[in-house]
């Protein structure tokens, strides 16, 4: 047991089945695509992309175990063309001889240069690997195009906190690969703390609980007992008394501050919940969506300020990233506001679920009209000095409104340009 113990605890229970499998059932979930491919044995190329520990590595390994295929494994920031290249030939002697698939399995893909991920598109195409590349980063931006174009990208989230538990509990109770051969006491708080505050990352929970575990002396009654505060420490968390309900609670509080233009209680409620764990990016997160719903237009620059405070927990980390967002939910909270932005959305969004006599007018059309008559002729704004008249709703939809201007911050000036474009006035705004 020595041996296995220098082996993480993440690492020896990762599941290599989908029984053992926690988590992600809008992937792998009965009848989603994921798993009908799996059924069917057409599982072709694929990204995987997700925060840490949601287990992008280990269902991809477990994939590659269920079709009977060839598993090579390499990570992108050690790997290089030279040993791309070399899986690819002995994929390709596999196939010839034995008629066997390959995978390759590329953890952190994001980090593969254009040069490196070139040199497999030939082997993909042809079906000679099947590519499976595993990153935190979003593809879409952060990888070549010609890689993405030719994969089934699936987007992985936090594993929920009872599939935490379940992991957890497994752990502490198999005594081949887990913790099973200790007298192990947990308390429920200090599990239930553990489950939640990981923030859905499996991989910090289990090697948290082993460090809890292996760290921790045996009572006079021969039993490792755990408590809250061991479980804490072991997490590098302080347990500021804050459960699930308590954590959405403050959430609410957060985003009720941004809306209500209190920057003293947004600066409190966002340091309440970062000092009892929570990571950063969730307030980021809220910010940018408040930016957008309860200031949009009145305040374009809100946005900007949100973004950025995101890209500052991303690039520079606690604690150099508190001040920037500090920064941004003053700036948010000291904004006009104005929720016109989500209504325009609302109702844009509930007539392209219902309307289906939408028939773009003849002059937007990409193609010619075999009737010039009828076809109409495009009339292009920059002739008339960057604005001029013309039908671009579909016919069924052109005396509709979605976004009208409130008349708070700079969304103001827009009132009377929007208004003059239309040639109409709401019922709010006659008289002024």
Known sequence: MENVQRIPLAERMRATSFEDFVGQQHIVGKNKLLYRAISTGTVGSCIFYGPPGTGKTTLAGIIAKKLNANIEKLNAVSSGVGDAKAVIERARSQKQMFNTDTYLLLDECHRWSKAQSDCVLEAIEEGSIFFIGSTTENPYTSMTRAIVSRCSVFEFKKVEVEDVKKVLNRALSDCEKGLGQFKVQIDDDALGFLAFACNGDVRTALNSLELAVLSTKCGKDKVIHIDKNIMSECLNVRPLSIDESMYYDFLSAFCKSLRGSDSDAGLYYAFRLIKAGIDPQIIARRMIAHA?????????????????????????????????????????????????????????????????????????????????????????????????????????????????????????????????????????????
């Open 292 to 432: 957008s719903e309860d200031i949009g237009m009145a305040d374009s620059n809100a946005l900007l300020m949100a973004m950025n405070a995101m890209l500052a927990c991303e690039k520079l980390g606690a604690p150099e990233c508190y001040l920037n967002i500090a920064h941004a939910i003053i700036y948010l909270c000291e904004a006009e506001k104005s929720n016109s932005v989500m209504k325009a959305m609302h109702l844009a969004m509930k007539d392209a679920e219902n309307e289906r006599d939408d028939i773009v007018p003849n002059h937007l059309k990409n193609h010619p009209s075999t009737n010039k008559d009828s076809h109409g002729k495009y009339k292009y704004p920059h002739d008339f000095g960057g604005y001029t008249k013309q039908q671009y709703m579909p016919d069924s939809l052109k005396d509709k409104i979605y976004y009208v201007p409130s008349e708070n911050g700079r969304e103001k000036n827009l009132i009377r340009k929007k208004f003059s474009k239309n040639g109409f006035v709401p019922k709010d705004k006659k008289g002024d």
